[in-house]
């Protein structure tokens, strides 16, 4: 009898145990776009790796085709949160008054030795007529997208710095497969290329390397947050980024090709594991910090080529928000590789 009452005494205790501790916190729900690709990948340790569930949050994907089609979700807060690829159609948008910012950093520029390469025909080079850049005036230059692209912006400034303009040059959209028989059967003259095609075009023997590190460091693909997410749930953005971040801290150095890391890449861009080793790391910043620079001198240059609809230039307060990524380094600590 004793040991029943000993029983039902432990069972009572944890019984009241937990009606004090109340019922568990239901978990933030967030709405987030993604282009099916590399540049994001912290997003995607941040879920595999179980970072969201320990803030709490409960991401729920939501594939889209470009960065123009999320930021459209994002302004009208039907989404909370994307992986956006910078372009001019993004600048528009904060012209516009479009209530979305810029809160972290995605993949980023390699400092040296970036994947994405200007290349021109070696019949060109060989025959002393394309030297530089600067000597592209008049020709016609392959760009995947067109005018206003994240590629045209390494194209535009490579021009700028030569001395010229967009319009010295003809921009020809052409996507990045069809590129190395364009050079082959020279109805192109340059372009603007990243592996596996500029491989191809360079093993090929029929183009050589004209220009490289156009756009050294930029911050070319971000993260972004609706502003009704920031005003009305602006706690859960805090914990979001702070996964974030702890998915771009797992994936540095050495660990990026861990076999963890690789199970969350495949679960969500279009690749395989073989490509993945194959190809070159992308970079991305430990802290995703938001690089203000890099934001101001895209959009100086969108704007200097044209391919904005306006001319006045945008105060950074209405394109970025930096404070998300600092916050979450304040929570994380300093990253120590």
Same mark, same amino acid.
Not at 91 to 117: C, E, H, M, W
Not at 210 to 231: C, E, H, Q, R, W
Not at 260 to 270: D, E, I, S
């Given at each position: 009898?004793?040991?029943? @009452? ?48 320990? +803030? ?5 994907? +939501?594939?889209?085709?470009? *960065? ?17 690829? !910078?372009?001019?159609?993004? %600048?528009?948008?904060?012209? @516009? ?12 520029? #390699?400092?040296?030795?970036? #994947? ?34 994240? &590629? ?11 001395? /010229? ?5 003809? !921009? ?10 364009? !050079? ?20 090929? &023997?029929? *183009?050589?390397?004209?220009? @490289? ?20 749930? #602006? ?8 996964? /974030?971040?702890? &998915?771009?801290?797992?994936? +540095? ?9 690789? @199970?969350? %890449? ?11 080793? =194959? *190809? ?29 609809? %306006?001319?006045?230039?945008?105060? +950074? ?7 998300? =990524?600092?916050? =979450? ?5 300093? %990253?120590?590789?």
């Amino acid at each position: 009898m004793k040991k029943g @009452k000993v029983v039902l005494g432990w069972i009572g205790a944890v019984v009241l145990l937990m009606s004090l501790a109340g019922p568990a916190v239901a978990a933030d729900k967030v709405k987030v776009a993604y282009v099916a690709i590399m540049n994001f990948a912290p997003l995607y340790l941040a879920i595999e790796r179980g970072f969201m569930k320990e +803030q709490n949050i409960e991401v729920e994907m +939501q594939k889209v085709a470009s *960065g123009t089609e999320a930021m459209a979700f994002l302004a009208q807060g039907s989404l909370d949160a994307g992986g956006i690829g !910078i372009g001019a159609s993004t %600048y528009n948008a904060f012209n @516009k008054g479009f209530d979305l910012r810029i809160v972290g950093s995605a993949a980023v520029q #390699p400092r040296k030795d970036g #994947p994405t390469i200007i290349i021109v025909r070696k019949d060109l080079r060989d025959s002393g007529k394309v030297k530089s850049v600067a000597d592209l005036k008049g020709m016609k230059v392959a760009l995947a997208g067109g005018p206003g692209t994240t &590629g045209a912006y390494f194209v535009a400034r490579a021009l700028k710095d030569a001395g /010229l303009t967009v319009k010295d040059i003809e !921009i020809v959209n052409l996507a990045n497969p069809d590129m190395p028989l364009a !050079i082959e059967k020279s109805s192109i003259d340059a372009a603007l290329v990243g592996p596996p095609y500029s491989d191809q075009i360079l093993a090929g &023997g029929k *183009g050589v390397l004209l220009a @490289k590190d156009t756009a050294p460091g930029a911050m070319t693909t971000v993260f972004m947050y609706s502003g009704k997410f920031i005003k009305e749930r #602006p706690d859960a953005a805090k914990r979001f980024m702070v996964a /974030l971040v702890q &998915g771009s801290r797992a994936m +540095q150095g050495n660990k990026y090709l861990d076999p963890a890391n690789m @199970k969350g %890449y495949l679960r969500y861009v279009t690749s395989t594991e073989a490509a993945i080793r =194959a *190809g070159k790391p992308q970079v991305y910043d430990p802290d995703l910090k938001v690089d203000i620079d890099s934001v101001k001198n895209m959009e100086e240059i969108f704007r200097w080529a044209g391919w904005t609809n %306006y001319t006045t230039e945008i105060p +950074q307060e209405k394109m970025a928000d930096a404070s998300f =990524a600092a916050n =979450a380094v304040k929570v994380l600590g300093p %990253y120590k590789p």
